[in-house]
């Protein structure tokens, strides 16, 4: 190891200052020092990922579990490449994360270094790239001003989303002299909202009020000053795909979910958004029910949809503020939103049906067990029959929806919170990011990684059928055997295949019961079409079945 205080040695003590305890990602050539410079720390694990997505999403996951900054590092070229796609979901959702990216040697920039992304004499221009995926990013070109930057980053990110360093060898390996007692950056509490409008909205509404929340409750750790604003209110919230968990076993809005919150709505005095924008996936079904009631929001950021705001960057500051001047007294509380499933129609051939195995999972959970899902057929069934734990998280990748973000975010759910984490994921998915599994094995972290088998992009194959005429086939697989063929690939690791309904719930008390992980395929088919609403355009007013 190099001798001196290097600049990468700086990083690492501002990092572990500001409580971060975990740093994910790929090693290489040009971010090794990096990594030289965090070994053998006892106040910082390094977990080593399979791909940079992977590790991007386990920063990400890391910090959606409540950990608060995630650190990714990843080296140049093709690796560096590889974080975009994690770096972008967490930009879409606002997710606090820090990636560090090694560079080649300032020496060499312009002049054909190998994975030159310096800008440079025609190469490609990292810091152009990050810059469209954060909302910070700088090339470090002088040693001393990984001072200010790395400041500024940290700050950057704590306002919700990613920050990005470029860091070239050379500058890594440099030595400062120890910069003893240099305050960490402080992050003050947002300042309380101007709440009067949205407060006089509130105590006019002749009649129920209907509150949405949204993926800032659970960025904001608001999960308690959201049910003291909805006893204020003497409502029951419904909330958005991804923040679910922020009230357990509520309806949710939008593709993947529930009719009977539109009914809700029609027969509301007003609609009250909670830290979330609504977008199109979350808000299907609802704009004519939105439009025809006053609708009002709190949040750091406006939603897609003509409403009264009020932004609020610290929900957990806000929220009972306006509980405590909102509040109507005792009178009889709403009674909770109906829980109303989609019914898509029957499909024949072999496998398990996806409400039947969901149901079955949700007999299994405990509460208190983490929950992520995948992109695809499963994860719009996951949302829509899986209730979130009590006490338990519920992330899904909505932002960008990239396939295999399970995998990487729960590792580093994990990583954080120790809890048992089940992931629910495609073979599609797992196809693209699945080996993380071997990272979970090696770091013997407690996540059940639920496979569900159809042999082909799902979606994909539902789309070919209602859009295409049919299709051509061209999106399935070949037939595979997951748990047989993970048992094989890592000894060690509890791996099993389930073909019929009636096997799985033996299965399942099985892998939730594994110190470390374990895996469970899940034979299903590719042709059964998920509850996602876009997929029953048709069929949908006739296939709804009320389980209120």
């Known amino acids: 190891m190099a001798q001196?205080?290097?600049?990468?040695?700086?990083?690492?003590?501002?990092?572990?200052?500001?409580?971060?305890?975990?740093?994910?990602?790929?090693?290489?050539?040009?971010?090794?020092?990096?990594?030289?410079?965090?070994?053998?720390?006892?106040?910082?694990?390094?977990?080593?990922?399979?791909?940079?997505?992977?590790?991007?999403?386990?920063?990400?996951?890391?910090?959606?579990?409540?950990?608060?900054?995630?650190?990714?590092?990843?080296?140049?070229?093709?690796?560096?490449?590889?974080?975009?796609?994690?770096?972008?979901?967490?930009?879409?959702?606002?997710?606090?994360v820090l990636a560090l990216v090694g560079q080649a040697p300032t020496r060499l920039d312009g002049r054909g270094a190998f994975q030159d992304t310096s800008g440079a004499d025609g190469a490609l221009d990292a810091e152009a790239l990050f810059s469209a995926v954060s909302l910070y990013c700088r090339r470090v070109t002088r040693p001393a001003d990984i001072v200010c930057t790395l400041a500024e980053a940290l700050s950057a990110a704590a306002t919700g989303g990613p920050a990005v360093l470029l860091l070239p060898k050379d500058i890594q390996q440099s030595v400062l002299p120890p910069l003893v007692g240099l305050p960490t950056p402080r992050h003050l509490r947002a300042p309380l909202p101007d709440l009067a409008g949205i407060i006089c909205a509130l105590r006019t509404a002749d009649g129920p009020v209907t509150v949405i929340a949204g993926e800032q409750v659970a960025r904001d750790d608001a999960r308690a000053e959201l049910r003291l604003l909805c006893g204020a209110l003497g409502a029951h919230p419904a909330t958005v795909p991804d923040a679910k968990d922020v009230a357990p076993g509520a309806p949710v809005t939008g593709v993947m979910g529930h009719p009977g919150v539109a009914a809700e709505l029609g027969r509301s005095a007003a609609c009250l958004l909670v830290g979330t924008r609504l977008d199109v996936t979350a808000r299907a079904g609802l704009d004519d029910a939105l439009a025809a009631v006053p609708t009002l929001s709190i949040g750091s950021a406006a939603p897609y949809v003509a409403t009264t705001h009020c932004r609020a960057d610290d929900l957990r500051a806000a929220l009972p503020a306006l509980a405590a001047a909102v509040r109507r007294g005792s009178g009889s509380p709403r009674k909770p939103l109906p829980f109303n499933e989609l019914t898509p129609p029957p499909t024949d051939g072999p496998g398990v049906r996806y409400r039947t195995a969901l149901h079955a999972i949700d007999a299994a959970l405990p509460a208190g067990t983490d929950i992520v899902v995948d992109a695809g057929n499963i994860g719009a069934a996951a949302i829509h029959h899986l209730p979130a734990r009590a006490d338990g998280r519920f992330l899904v990748a909505l932002g960008m929806g990239g396939m295999g973000y399970s995998f990487g975010a729960a590792v580093g759910s994990a990583a954080h919170r120790g809890r048992r984490t089940v992931v629910i994921a495609g073979d599609g998915s797992f196809y693209m990011h699945g080996m993380e599994i071997h990272t979970a094995l090696r770091h013997r972290l407690p996540i059940t990684f639920l496979l569900f088998d159809n042999h082909a992009h799902a979606m994909c194959v539902t789309r070919e059928h209602l859009f295409y005429g049919g299709g051509d086939g061209r999106n399935r697989f070949g037939a595979s055997r997951l748990g047989a063929g993970l048992a094989a690939m890592f000894p060690g690791l509890p791996s099993v295949d389930v073909d019929t309904a009636h096997d799985l719930p033996a299965a399942l008390r099985t892998a939730l019961a594994s110190d470390g992980p374990s895996v469970v395929a899940v034979e299903c088919s590719p042709d059964e079409i998920p509850p996602f609403a876009a997929f029953l355009t048709q069929k949908e007013s006739p296939h709804v079945a009320a389980h209120a």
């Open 4 to 96: 001196g205080y290097r600049v990468v040695d700086d990083i690492v003590d501002r990092l572990a200052a500001c409580g971060v305890r975990h740093l994910f990602g790929v090693d290489g050539a040009n971010i090794e020092d990096l990594f030289d410079a965090a070994a053998g720390r006892e106040d910082i694990d390094i977990i080593l990922a399979k791909h940079e997505f992977g590790a991007a999403a386990m920063a990400d996951g890391y910090s959606r579990s409540g950990a608060g900054l995630g650190v990714v590092a990843a080296t140049s070229g093709g690796g560096c490449l590889n974080l975009v796609p994690g770096l972008g979901e967490s930009l879409a959702r606002r997710v606090p």
